[in-house]
T-cell receptor, first 113, second 109 residues
């Protein structure tokens, strides 16, 4: 138990569906992240939020839309995804943005049909 | 070529063996992280170091800044150590982590 909880753990969706991934951290951290992990590729940083403000967006396609309503919750809204978006999506948090130890969730494995 | 390279990509060993996983990087860094990813996907931070050596239980991490190299050692390996071990660096002037592709370790009973 790392203090970062992700739901759902597994998600299968069609290309026309709209779904959301949820992340919640119970560590009192100020920064939250979305990472994408594709097979045989390094982890890719997608978004960083610090105190609910987006501080980093790594040229992610607009079909991925993050939302951070407060410092404990982070969402990734998904719509009109492509099969190549199938991957493990990992949420993480840290005390400060882009610094210090990262605490990861268990990940949400997404399959786009 | 990745800025962070790990070797080997895959490693299978017998229970009890001494394990070494290597990480080489080609950029100036302020810190290096070792992470462990379990088969289910969750990632746990093992070490964050900027010089010398750190030890936690059976795990030891070392870093040589001049040679741009770090090693993760596991003593008395156990099947529960089976996981993917990921090296990541914080580059100077850019604190975002740059990740290696990981080393998949399998310990056979």
């Amino acid at each position: 138990e790392t203090g970062v909880t992700q739901t759902p753990r597994h998600l299968v969706m069609g290309m026309t569906n709209k779904k959301s991934l949820k992340c919640e951290q119970h560590l009192g951290h100020n920064a939250m992240y979305w990472y994408k992990q594709s097979a045989k590729k390094p982890l890719e940083l997608m978004f960083v939020y610090s105190l609910e403000e987006r501080v980093e967006n790594n040229s992610v396609p607009s079909r991925f839309s993050p939302e951070c309503p407060n410092s404990s919750h982070l969402f990734l809204h998904l719509h009109t995804l492509q099969p190549e978006d199938s991957a493990l999506y990992l949420c993480a948090s840290s005390r400060g943005a882009l610094t210090g130890e990262l605490f990861f969730g268990e990940g949400s494995r997404l399959t786009v049909l | 070529k990745n800025e962070v390279e790990q070797s080997p990509q895959n490693l299978t060993a017998q229970e009890g063996e001494f394990i070494t996983i290597n990480c080489s990087y080609s950029v100036g860094i302020s810190a290096l992280h070792w992470l462990q990813q379990h088969p289910g996907g969750g990632i746990v931070s093992l070490f964050m170091l900027s010089s010398g050596k750190k030890k936690h239980g059976r795990l030891i991490a070392t870093i040589n800044i001049q040679e741009k190299h770090s090693s993760l050692h596991i003593t008395a390996s156990h099947p529960r150590d089976s996981a993917v071990y990921i090296c990541a660096v914080e580059k100077f002037g850019n604190e975002k982590l740059t990740f290696g592709t990981g080393t998949r370790l399998t310990i056979i009973p």
